[in-house]
């Protein structure tokens, strides 16, 4: 009742009459009925009745919000807006709209235009503070709130969004300060006992990470975010049963998520407890047969129980389309070998891609046991079917070029070995073969023009002791390519080999000045410590 006397104060400070003021309330009273058609007619009445009243636009206006129509809403707020300028509800309905509609820019101008017209409008600057933390501007959106608490230190809002956003900024000690103040204030605040969870998961405290993520159950016992942190910190700290009994509680409150009995399964297998794993799998694939992932870990289990054939049929159940079937396809390989059956693991495999036309993946598999049958020239065939398929998967090339090398073709190695290079150019793999082969065989030295090449050809001189020889390649190698710090580092390390450490020192300073890698910079920084040691 007191809102509809604030509205009518409203409608009359403007300047209506009687019958318009019947109009507005009746306009209200139909509206929190919802009754929205008639409260429509009610408040189109009274705005006719005096049409320069901001209060009845803004009424209305929400009105039409509530139905759905935004365009008319925004034509009324406006001319609210234009026709009282301190008008805050309008400038408000206003701003949410812009909001709403993305137009951040324009609902900026009307929350500041709130906050110029009150200096103390609390939710404006919450309101402005979400605009520029969805347009990352932290800091501005920390200043907005820590104004609010210049003159409402206890404001609830603005200390859960200052501490929140202090914890973005990494300045984790300024962000528990705030959260410290809301928790004193609001000790049950679930959101902000999360987010200290979470603050001191990184910062390593863990047990303290429990302690909030404990208090946050409390308060709800249906929380199962902070019921799979607390799990996810037990299996961390191979907590095994501790995070299973946390699951099973997220279990029993969620029976439909099977990924919580999956997680169950998979610490199962962790700890040795194969028959229990296989039950969890299992039960998880009666309801979803084509979960091809717990199908793996279904396989992954009976291997490690010991039921080697079972393991094998759970494999093939996998869509060899199925993404997982590229994994499934090496443990088929290491199955078949480890039961002394790779005749019918081939059979097999052949006899499926006759009748399905063959795919990438079956060809691959079959390729890997003719190549453990010692088969090198039908897994080379098999192979090439694969590879046009897939012509450019660096994989199979690689595979390919190791069956060569096995076969004695040494030429087709190098040429499969060269075929990655193009699509990876500094494939480690295929730059170790050809630079071992280069100085194994003493061949084609001329050819060797890439800098990778050289690099991979001066780390095998330098992994058999020949550091003359490494460094003649390694300064060829930075020749070719003067920016990489992999080459610039190795260039040290065979420095320091030779005992020319004044050298050592300069090529590993400047292979940190080309690192962009932070980690890589720390290694690098550290290496150099112990290097200046050696040199002093």
């Not at 058609?37 to 929400?62: F, N, Q, V």
């Not at 495999?349 to 890997?368: D, P, R």
């Not at 990876?424 to 990778?452: C, M, V």
Request: proline content about 2%.
């Amino acid at each position: 009742m007191f809102l509809i006397c604030l509205a009518a104060s409203a409608a009359l400070a403007s300047g209506g009459g009687d019958s318009s003021i019947f109009y507005f309330l009746e306009g209200y009273r139909t509206t929190q009925e919802g009754r929205y058609d008639e409260a429509l007619r009610y408040y189109t009445s009274a705005l006719s009745l005096d049409p320069g009243s901001a209060a009845i636009k803004s009424e209305l206006a929400l009105l039409y919000l509530k139905k759905g129509e935004f365009n008319k809403a925004e034509a009324l707020l406006k001319e609210s807006v234009e026709s009282d300028p301190r008008n805050r509800r309008s400038l408000m309905l206003l701003a949410g709209l812009y909001a709403s509609k993305d137009r951040l820019g324009e609902a900026r101008q009307l929350y500041e235009q709130c906050i110029g017209n009150d200096k103390e409008d609390t939710e404006a600057y919450l309101l402005l503070g979400s605009i520029d933390i969805a347009q990352k501007r932290y800091r501005e959106a920390l200043s907005l709130y820590e104004t609010v608490l210049g003159y409402d230190e206890d404001n609830i809002m603005a200390l859960y969004y200052a501490a929140r956003l202090r914890g973005e900024m990494k300045a984790y000690d300024q962000a528990r300060s705030y959260y410290g103040r809301l928790l004193a204030l609001k000790p049950n605040f679930e959101l902000a006992l999360l987010d200290m969870g979470t603050l001191s998961e990184i910062e390593g405290k863990l047990d303290e990470a429990i302690g909030y993520y404990t208090r946050a159950v409390q308060v709800n016992p249906g929380n199962k975010k902070a019921m799979a942190r607390i799990a996810a910190i037990y299996v961390q700290e191979k907590d095994y049963d501790r995070a299973i009994s946390e699951f099973e509680k997220l279990s029993d409150l969620d029976r439909e998520d099977l990924s919580i009995r999956e997680n169950i399964g998979l610490l199962d297998l962790e700890k040795g407890k194969y028959e229990d794993a296989v039950r969890e799998f299992s039960l998880i694939l009666a309801s979803r047969p084509n979960n091809y992932k717990v199908r793996f870990y279904l396989a992954a289990a009976l291997q490690e129980g010991g039921e080697t054939k079972r393991a094998i049929e759970e494999l093939w159940k996998i869509d060899p389309k199925a993404e997982e079937f590229k994994e499934a396809a090496r443990s088929l390989v290491s199955l078949y070998v480890k039961a002394g059956i790779i005749d019918e693991g081939a059979a097999r495999t052949e006899k499926l891609i006759g009748s399905s036309g063959g795919s990438f993946e079956l060809y691959l598999l079959l390729g890997a046991l003719l190549e453990e049958k010692g088969d090198y020239a039908k897994a080379i065939g098999t192979l090439e079917k694969a590879r046009a398929l897939e012509p450019g998967d660096v994989d199979l090339l690689y595979q390919l070029g190791m069956l060569h090398e096995k076969s004695g073709d040494n030429g087709a190695a190098l040429t499969c070995m060269e075929e990655i290079l193009k699509v990876e150019p500094d494939n480690p793999g295929a730059l170790n073969f050809i630079g071992y082969t280069y100085a194994e065989k003493g061949i084609n030295l001329d050819r060797a023009e890439d800098g990778y090449i050289r690099d991979s050809l001066a780390w095998v001189y330098y992994s058999k002791g020949e550091y003359r020889k490494a460094l003649e390649e390694i300064l060829r190698a930075q020749e070719l390519v003067a920016d990489d710090p992999v080459i610039t580092e190795h260039l040290s390390d065979i420095y320091a080999k030779l005992g020319q450490y004044d050298k050592a020192i300069d090529s590993l300073r400047h292979s940190i000045d080309l690192e962009k890698k932070e980690d890589r910079k720390q290694l690098l920084e550290k290496k150099l410590k112990g290097l200046e040691q050696k040199g002093k």
